[in-house]
């Protein structure tokens, strides 16, 4: 699997010579499993993916076709999907999940972000073609050979779906967040990434986030926050839904997790403060990095 880092900021888009090197889009990573493209999340950082995408089928003149997994969708995770410049060819084929919000459709939380006057095109006008589905816990999306729609298993899986070239994704419903949010598991031919945005550590670590990224091969975890900022006593940010850097490796060290990315970064840290937070982190667990704009990890 190769994991590709195309925004990396939480809570709003923070460009400017402070972020130059980190980056300053929000949340969108992209895994390539087998011949299957993965999105995860939609915030600002899909819209350079998006390009990418087309330039590369106008070169090739392959169809598009991805998988797209909203963690849940508060504005930063979905601000970019109306910018993804794929949606408007009718080569595209997106296959897209995601949680109910608040007893809304995944599709009608979508919809509702692209209605007039707000934006000028609707979801139901885009040319492309898109299968949209809310997701429940327990269902593993199954992505099989070729470009075969994926196919949805709930509990244990029947040996044909679990073939070793299968791509398989897991999702894990944490109420560490408002509102509540999926963690994903990817699984491909025994190695398996997590990610894990948006979610708060608990006294003793989060036991079910951390049997859910057991072994691991790459752990992507929310760190927003230093320890000082998350326990301050004039604007303390406990029960906001986000972890330090420290609860992070807490959890790759427990999950027995062989890499660690420290993600969704505070868009008012700069690239230097977070640089020093990386050097300290490493002192505890050396296989841990900062998330990067462009920063490319492959899952041997």
Not at 11 to 19: K, V
Not at 49 to 67: M, R
Not at 86 to 104: D, N, R, S
Not at 222 to 228: G, L, P, R, V
Request: charged letters at 20%.
């Amino acid at each position: 699997m190769r994991v590709i880092f195309w925004g990396v900021r939480g809570s709003y888009p923070s460009p400017g010579p402070q972020t130059t090197r980190i980056g300053g889009n929000t949340p969108c990573v992209e895994v390539r499993a087998g011949k299957h493209r993965i999105i995860l999340d939609a915030g600002t950082g899909i819209i350079q993916l998006g390009n990418a995408l087309v330039a590369q089928h106008q070169a090739d003149k392959n169809p598009i076709v991805a998988t797209v997994l909203f963690t849940h969708t508060h504005h930063d995770h979905t601000q970019g999907f109306p910018f993804f410049k794929p949606l408007y060819f009718q080569t595209t084929t997106l296959y897209v999940f995601g949680p109910k919000t608040l007893e809304a459709d995944l599709h009608e939380v979508l919809a509702r972000a692209m209605l007039p006057p707000v934006f000028p095109i609707t979801l139901d006008q885009l040319p492309c073609v898109r299968i949209v589905r809310n997701l429940g816990e327990g269902e593993t999306v199954v992505l099989g050979a070729g470009h075969a729609e994926p196919q949805i298993a709930n509990g244990r899986l029947p040996p044909e779906l679990n073939a070793p070239e299968n791509v398989l994704v897991h999702a894990l419903r944490s109420y560490a967040h408002p509102q509540g949010v999926y963690v994903y598991r990817i699984e491909h031919q025994g190695k398996a990434v997590v990610y894990a945005t948006d979610t708060e550590g608990y006294v003793g670590g989060d036991q079910r986030l951390i049997r859910f990224a057991r072994d691991a091969a790459l752990l992507i975890h929310d760190a927003q926050y230093t320890e000082t900022e998350y326990s301050s006593p004039q604007v303390s940010k406990q029960g906001w839904g986000h972890s330090t850097w420290r609860m992070a490796l807490h959890v790759a060290q427990m999950a027995r997790a062989k890499q660690l990315v420290l993600f969704h970064h505070d868009p008012e840290h700069s690239d230097a403060m977070l640089d020093a937070v990386e050097k300290d982190a490493r002192v505890i667990f050396p296989a841990t990095r900062l998330a990067r704009e462009g920063m490319v990890v492959e899952v041997e």
